[in-house]
């Protein structure tokens, strides 16, 4: 197994934070596109479709033609238009609502034209910050249905979802692989998957390589993986594998395992570090990583993982590591 | 709206934890009954079928018969017996799971001896401490199938399934209010339900007014509760009300609209406390709490829910909880 | 006791975030003292002297000439300014060290004009995000130094220390109210306090009542207070008192207790509310909340503590909430 | 620089929780002995100094004789005895806390005629679960005067405490590396020190390392470290190396940088796992993280810390981990 690496456009930039509005200087488009194909190790860049970028489709065009690179997934931008602040697909305002999937399937449509099949709805605006302040079931009733016309919209087009316990929003509705995964059961449709993000997953206290297993029993939904670290508390979208180790390799090796063929989209906020270089890094540490995941011998880990014990998978993952037979 | 209290019997008792093997002097069985029937608030008792109250079921009809306690549910015993120290119905050991199958379907019977509809299946031990020590889709799907033929073994019997993030083990497999629903409906059996537990909704940071209204809104899934408080970060299993507020009163609110009926059951561990005395307390906040609950005009609550405003909750939450008309 | 309340001045106007760059329109600065002003329960302003307000000295004086709003605290800018993006007084480039004293003194003048006597230093930038990217006893030791020099500058203006466990920095140096207070214990200087913000004690899992009594115990060392709310695991500075209630009332029973008579500063980020009512939210809360407090006996309260028993307190908390005598 | 092994001798053998009274048959105490003899690595054991134990004085001296194995520390039992339940130097209760002094010193005794240097307090018990149920100022102050007097006791022995944010309480009084090492300024004296866990640092998200270097900082105060692993979340006292890597290495090079040549005392409970073998396992890893601590080059990596830079901490890390020399 080697999965390709993709990469969110702007994280070769700048970014802000809710004290600074600007840790470094802005790119314009064609510099984004000019950094991130520095890259060697990148294969395709994902796009998040915000209304500046819907209006240069024809430059996004160019871009990719000039520098090679493919599209990973198309994101419909459901978070930095202040219109979803209170929500998007959720939102019991009709017009809001309308304008999300108007939005999503012009996203939808592009993502066919640049012959990308998966679009990304990360709602992150679709949950609530205070108590007594929604109808938990009106609104999530009302995503799962958007979800579901997105789906019929274009079947060729899967749309996947990915979830996160919370931020923006102190709560979010599409919030753990398990609700995730049962609202797409109750939707019932084949392009209807999940975009894992591995930040999310750790700071749900996920076991990453758990929700990647669920993903596979409950209908092979897993389509997507954004990748970045954290210290699992916050989303704090590190350089791949500045935190953890070993729960990477049991990652990749269930991906391996379920046979996972989908990106790896790295995803991240270097607001300190130079964003093009902090995206290389993480691009290393996959290789590496993904190495160290491809050299586990597959019927000797099948018979660790039947041993249900700890003093056996600490043996094994000694070994992985730092090798030696002991 | 006004739930009728059970206390899991043990909590009048003594605790120990991982450090001190007993922190008082442990009860008889009768001296926990006669303790219980003390509290003129409880209306039942939940009793933790472990060997020992198995071989004790006449006595426990007797105990019953002379306080005028009912039976709220009978939880199997699948955490505390060491044979199921590395799971019950996941297990992958067929004799420990056969057993844990065979002691389930005894708790199940002795339920219809007793007229009790609701058995408790809380799965502590059913999870994993380390990476790389579990298949976790071969585990959940034992699991699935064993709660599949406890359903089936009889359909007047309501097996409840209590979810958990964590504790005993680091991770357990039924551990969120989501994958349990998910669960559920791929059991599709109308005799499967969820016992919620409010501190350990509250320790997978579920707002557990929204864990009332999925279950609500897949399938009427709600069947059994626990209740007791927490810090938010660990199952501290507290004197219900002495962390939370509002949330709590957020959840009863939940609780009317919903029409939920079935049992509070407080379930505290009161290491430093008196047992009996710390239950009564409990039983006492109940009481206010729901008193506040009722006193919600429906109508004004829903206007503001709609409003989907923080201000307009808070100032809700303010009069809730203080009065005043500001 | 009825403490007098005061707000960061932004907090009446917009806000952004991390995805979306603003939430709503940006506010000028005479329309910020506008709303201000139109809550009568505040006395004061917190202002942020950044680089922008340092350049409008003059203006900010006419504003408070014309609201009759007085000055809380100035805040030295340490976060928002890109040039502290890897700390101000820890930092290991001197020029940028010798900016952030150079700032901090300015701002030490200016409060010094207008007759206010705190000025407050949170280093939201001095710490790291990286392990393997400090020195860690080089940078703190830089700080520590730094602090020292301030208040030498001018012994009669109180340098109030503001720590927070994270955020923006993934690891704050100032992170802990044990942490702080051992800093002030070094520098041993009269004029170096702590501003605790209640919100950043509850995401440190301390309880804000015993920093309180910490602040007391090691040298009286409580001088200014930012208040605000959140679940406990991130700060999310919501309305005060729309998550907490019965640790609030004890954080204002200790404030009381140890004779605090500063500010109470309202320190939230309203997103998506109208940021001039959820200020006076907050306003509303901290009254009902205070009085609250108010009514707890003394030596009711004295007993009480002295039980050391969470059965009696949490009779005591129920009666101090909804009264009653049980 | 290789760091000695020592082992609570209780870990080579059975565990409980709070739910199950016994995962496995216990061992007598020469049992235990001869399974922690049969680790090579480990060259000590350290002995909570539980009534038991107090009374087994002659024994003790006998299997260390016949082992010879050394004492890494003699802990004091204030936590297991139910007398200590709500506090030992803490305790309002003059009994208690005097009862606590004298088994201190006896400890501290017992410590001299076994020619050991070191005594390690970890106040479990020390703290408050409910809030209005302590005095924090009181409390606080008792146990800073008790360590104060077991410290005057016998200025030949090293008094260590252990730090934990919380558990068995909900809160500790000893909570993090920032408090303890203030009361220890107060305290004033060269044998009062820290004994630092590892798994509490991660728990109270301190970065270990960081912990190490503030305890060099402000008075060379780390003696004695305990060593095992967790989810961050937990205390969940797991095989060391089993969930982080890197977090480990940085801690021993900062142990290296500092001059730390105390013991690493490994501190797990494996409930599941036999005991001997996941002590056996600690120690491997103990080696493995040391061999690659130890390969950090101190020149290159003083180089990397001074450049407080992310990018520049990831190339470096992972060249630690993997090698290579991009």
Redesign the interface.
């Known amino acids: 197994m080697k999965l390709k690496y993709s990469v969110f456009l702007g994280n070769v930039g700048h970014?802000?934070?809710?004290?600074?509005?600007?840790?470094?200087k802005p790119f314009t488009l064609g510099e984004l596109f000019d950094r991130a194909a520095t890259i060697e190790k990148l294969d395709a860049v994902d796009l998040v479709m915000d209304l500046n970028m819907l209006e240069k489709r024809e430059e996004i065009k160019t871009h990719l033609a000039r520098t090679g690179l493919k599209v990973g997934s198309l994101a419909v931008d459901t978070?930095?238009?202040?219109l979803y602040?209170?929500?998007s697909l959720s939102s019991?305002e009709p017009d809001v609502r309308d304008r999300a999937l108007k939005d999503a399937k012009t996203v939808i449509d592009f993502a066919v034209e640049l012959g990308c099949k998966i679009v990304t709805l990360w709602p992150?605006q679709d949950g609530?910050?205070?108590?007594?302040?929604?109808?938990?079931?009106v609104e999530?009733?009302l995503f799962q249905d958007g979800v579901e016309e997105l789906c019929r919209y274009n079947p060729d087009v899967i749309i996947t979802l990915e979830y996160k316990?919370?931020?923006?929003r102190?709560?979010s509705y599409i919030?753990?692989?398990?609700?995730?995964?049962?609202m797409i059961?109750?939707i019932g449709l084949p392009n209807c998957g999940i975009a894992l993000d591995y930040g999310h997953a750790a700071l749900?206290?996920e076991?990453a390589?758990?929700a990647v297993?669920?993903c596979?029993?409950?209908g092979d939904r897993l389509k997507h993986i954004h990748i970045n670290d954290n210290?699992?508390?916050?989303d704090?979208d590190?350089?791949v594998?500045?935190?953890h180790?070993?729960?990477y390799l049991?990652f990749f090796?269930?991906l391996k395992r379920t046979g996972f063929n989908g990106y790896l989209v790295i995803d991240q906020?270097?607001?300190?570090?130079?964003g093009r270089?902090?995206v290389a890094?993480s691009a290393?540490?996959l290789d590496?990583l993904q190495d160290?995941a491809n050299r586990i011998d597959d019927a000797e880990?099948?018979q660790?993982?039947?041993?249900?014990?700890?003093?056996?998978?600490?043996?094994?993952?000694?070994k992985i590591?730092?090798g030696?037979n002991?």
């Not at 978070?79 to 202040?82: I, L, R, W």
């Not at 906020?269 to 130079?274: I, T, V």
């Not at 660790?304 to 000694?318: N, T």
């Open positions: 970014c802000f934070d809710r004290y600074c509005p600007e840790y470094s978070f930095a238009n202040p602040k209170k929500g019991t992150g609530y910050d205070y108590i007594f302040a929604a109808d938990y079931i999530r009733q316990i919370k931020e923006p102190t709560h919030s753990t692989v398990g609700s995730t995964l049962l059961e109750k749900g206290y076991t390589a758990e297993a669920m596979k029993m409950y210290y699992r508390l916050w704090d590190m350089i594998g500045t935190v180790t070993l729960e049991e090796y269930w906020f270097p607001y300190r570090e130079d270089d902090a890094e290393e540490w590496v160290a880990a099948e660790i993982l039947a041993k249900r014990d700890g003093v056996a998978a600490s043996k094994f993952m000694r590591l730092f030696g002991k």
